[in-house]
């Protein structure tokens, strides 16, 4: 599985983007996916997570009512729809393929991230 990701860019704080993260390869559908995000100098920390079968899904607390995750599978896409955004949402968000959960090393394959950008 490869995975692109999309969608990142410079927001005002209080503002929305719309992450999207499409993949290929026949076996999408089986993976759970999750998107991970590394600010500068920090370690990559889990953001949200969903399930092979899109029935669960996972947040960060800090994300929690304000990020929804949610995929397509005819489209082998994931989104992360990311609302109220804040400075401290700043940091190259990753998607993954794997478990779908909010684990690292539960995930396979890694996409090569899209940067994030919110301005006070």
């Known amino acids: 599985v490869q995975l692109q990701a999309s969608g990142g860019g410079l927001v005002q704080a209080g503002g929305s983007l719309r992450l999207s993260c499409a993949a290929s390869?026949?076996?999408?559908?089986?993976?759970?996916m999750g998107w991970f995000r590394q600010a500068p100098g920090k370690e990559r920390e889990f953001v949200a997570a969903?399930?092979?079968?899109?029935?669960?899904?996972y947040y960060a607390d800090s994300v929690k009512g304000r990020f929804t995750i949610s995929r397509e599978t005819a489209k082998k896409s994931v989104y992360l729809q990311m609302n109220s955004l804040k400075p401290e949402d700043t940091a190259v968000y990753y998607c993954?393929?794997?478990?779908?959960?909010?684990?690292?090393?539960?995930?396979?394959?890694w996409g090569q991230g899209t940067l994030v950008t919110v301005s006070s």
């Open positions: 390869g026949r076996t999408f559908s089986s993976y759970g």
């Open positions: 969903i399930r092979w079968s899109g029935g669960s899904t």
């Open positions: 993954a393929a794997g478990l779908g959960s909010p684990i690292p090393y539960e995930y396979r394959y």
